[in-house]
């Protein structure tokens, strides 16, 4: 496998969708709804899916991809070489900001994560990292990530977690947010990973992420010594929605052995 070569064509298949998100602020967009009234989906979401489909399909027709809007393959192993796509990661920031949303990419052979992209199409803020060669926001190298305690940490969490939940217990949420330096909440998980990666906050929580949210952006948080996990502190699985931490080594494992109860 000629990875410099993939990594080369991924990252002009990116960009070439970054304008096609970009143009479509020209014309009308149609907005729906999935799972719930919030979970929002357009007919851009579709066609930037649709347009990576075909392209890989055609020149690497061997390979598998699990896509969010589901045009590409039903996913139930790790094995072979397999593109994990989020077209637009952030959706409701696309619709009500034009702004703030990104498109993910991670592409994993047997499981390991051998390219990540990550970018923010608005700001072309493109970070970028192949496994053991360092990460990149556009040409400059990310530096390794040093150790914060808590009490000087940004915490990247939504809202929704410190009010009572299914998933979590909310009121040990609420003393991490009070241990904490501050929180911020991006509404793009990608793009969250991806501040992570650049020392921008410390640490990105949530109960529930999909591999596509998180695939290209573990790629990239891995090359600069974040550590990324479910809450149980294992790698994430990949083939299905979990929950999900990234943080700098040390304030990981302070996060969750002190702060984090899951219910289930
Ligand atoms: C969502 C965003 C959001 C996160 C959700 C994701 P989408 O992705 O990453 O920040 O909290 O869990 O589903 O739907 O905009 O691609
Ligand atoms: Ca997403
Ligand atoms: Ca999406």
Same mark, same amino acid.
């Given at each position: 496998?000629?990875?410099?070569?993939? &990594? *080369?064509?991924?990252?002009?298949?990116?960009? @070439?969708?970054?304008?096609?998100?970009?143009?479509?602020?020209?014309?009308?967009? &149609?907005?729906?709804?999935?799972?719930?009234?919030? $979970?929002?989906?357009?007919?851009?979401?579709? @066609?930037?899916?649709?347009?990576?489909?075909?392209?890989?399909?055609? $020149?690497?027709?061997?390979?598998?991809?699990?896509?969010?809007?589901?045009?590409?393959?039903?996913?139930?192993?790790? &094995?072979?070489?397999?593109?994990?796509?989020?077209?637009? $990661?952030?959706?409701?920031?696309?619709?009500?900001?034009?702004?703030?949303?990104?498109?993910?990419?991670?592409?994993?052979?047997?499981?390991?994560?051998?390219?990540?992209?990550?970018?923010?199409?608005?700001?072309?803020?493109?970070?970028?990292?192949?496994?053991?060669?360092?990460?990149? #926001?556009?040409?400059? *190298? #990310?530096?390794?990530? @040093?150790?914060?305690?808590?009490?000087?940490?940004?915490?990247?969490?939504?809202?929704?977690?410190?009010?009572?939940?299914?998933?979590? $217990?909310?009121?040990?949420?609420?003393?991490?947010?009070?241990?904490?330096?501050?929180? *911020?909440?991006?509404?793009?998980?990608?793009?969250?990973?991806?501040?992570?990666?650049?020392?921008?906050?410390?640490?990105?929580?949530?109960?529930? #992420?999909?591999?596509?949210?998180?695939?290209?952006?573990?790629?990239?948080?891995? @090359?600069?010594?974040?550590?990324?996990?479910?809450?149980?502190?294992?790698?994430?699985? #990949?083939?299905?929605?979990?929950?999900?931490?990234?943080?700098?080594?040390?304030?990981?494992? &302070?996060?969750?052995?002190?702060?984090?109860?899951?219910?289930?």
């Amino acid at each position: 496998m000629n990875w410099g070569n993939i &990594d *080369r064509y991924a990252k002009s298949l990116i960009k @070439e969708a970054g304008h096609i998100i970009r143009n479509s602020f020209f014309n009308q967009i &149609d907005i729906d709804s999935k799972a719930d009234v919030n $979970d929002l989906v357009t007919n851009i979401d579709r @066609e930037v899916e649709q347009f990576f489909i075909s392209r890989i399909k055609r $020149d690497f027709p061997e390979h598998r991809i699990l896509g969010e809007e589901g045009f590409g393959d039903v996913v139930q192993t790790l &094995d072979g070489v397999i593109w994990m796509l989020d077209p637009i $990661d952030g959706t409701m920031n696309f619709v009500h900001q034009k702004r703030n949303f990104a498109i993910s990419l991670g592409i994993y052979a047997d499981g390991v994560g051998m390219l990540g992209y990550i970018y923010d199409v608005m700001r072309d803020d493109f970070y970028s990292a192949a496994k053991g060669e360092g990460a990149y #926001l556009n040409d400059e *190298r #990310l530096p390794q990530l @040093e150790i914060t305690p808590l009490e000087q940490a940004v915490i990247g969490i939504s809202a929704s977690w410190l009010a009572p939940n299914r998933y979590v $217990d909310n009121e040990k949420i609420m003393e991490l947010v009070q241990h904490c330096r501050g929180t *911020r909440s991006y509404g793009s998980a990608a793009i969250e990973l991806a501040y992570v990666s650049a020392g921008r906050i410390d640490s990105y929580i949530s109960m529930r #992420l999909s591999p596509w949210d998180i695939a290209g952006g573990m790629v990239i948080a891995r @090359e600069v010594g974040a550590v990324a996990s479910n809450m149980q502190g294992e790698a994430p699985h #990949l083939l299905g929605q979990e929950p999900f931490i990234v943080a700098r080594p040390g304030l990981h494992h &302070d996060i969750l052995t002190n702060y984090i109860r899951m219910k289930e």
